[in-house]
């Protein structure tokens, strides 16, 4: 899977997992992202997506849902 955002260009990260003794591990961070239908407000012709899109341009309402 991606895990990157079609809308955004959300991807994964690098942090740092800190242990009680302040030991630092790398570890990734995956953005919330789901795989749905959907359209881009924005367009001119009204295409229908299939892609991942993160959770937070669900309720920025960057797109519209596609049943």
């Given at each position: 899977?991606?895990?990157?955002?079609f809308?955004?260009?959300?991807?994964?990260q690098?942090a740092?997992?800190?242990?009680?003794?302040?030991n630092r591990?790398?570890?990734?961070?995956?953005p919330?992202?789901?795989?749905m239908?959907?359209?881009?407000p924005?367009?001119?012709?009204?295409?229908?997506?299939?892609?991942y899109?993160c959770t937070?341009?669900?309720?920025?309402?960057?797109?519209?849902?596609?049943?």
């Amino acid at each position: 899977m991606a895990r990157i955002c079609f809308v955004c260009g959300k991807r994964p990260q690098v942090a740092n997992l800190v242990s009680h003794a302040k030991n630092r591990v790398k570890r990734w961070v995956y953005p919330n992202v789901h795989k749905m239908r959907f359209t881009l407000p924005n367009e001119v012709k009204v295409r229908v997506h299939n892609a991942y899109v993160c959770t937070k341009c669900v309720k920025a309402q960057k797109i519209q849902k596609v049943f």
